[in-house]
């Protein structure tokens, strides 16, 4: 049974920052492709960035510049760093991860998904 534990939604004002956490296994981190997705009700999830087994990351183009995804193998953590929120970001975000992912965007890719952490951005 894989387990993600997300944390790190909250409520900020717009141009503020958050940093979203998805802790997992050592084994998890070090050998799958994690990424960070979000979803607002009526509209499809959308990937964000994910960061590869080997570190590799890739983004979204509206998080470009704005989103740094990285992880902390000591701690079995991924995290999502967000600088410049604004409005349009305000969604639920989840955690996935895969283990072979070759298109990054496609949800079917991902093999477990976390619970999700809200970031509303007023």
């Known amino acids: 049974h894989v387990q993600l534990v997300e944390s790190g939604g909250g409520s900020v004002q717009a141009g503020g920052s958050l940093t979203l956490s998805c802790a997992a296994s050592?084994?998890?981190?070090?050998?799958?492709?994690m990424g960070w997705f979000r979803q607002v009700p009526g509209k499809e999830r959308e990937g964000v960035a994910v960061i590869d087994s080997d570190g590799s990351t890739r983004y979204a183009d509206s998080v470009k510049g704005r989103f740094s995804i990285s992880k902390d193998s000591t701690k079995n953590t991924v995290y999502l760093q967000m600088n410049d929120l604004q409005p349009e970001d305000t969604a639920m975000y989840y955690c996935?991860?895969?283990?072979?992912?070759?298109?990054?965007?496609?949800?079917?890719?991902?093999?477990?998904w976390g619970q999700g952490t809200q970031v509303t951005v007023s």
């Open positions: 996935a991860v895969g283990r072979s992912v070759r298109r990054w965007r496609r949800i079917v890719e991902y093999d477990y």
């Open positions: 050592a084994y998890i981190v070090n050998n799958y492709c």
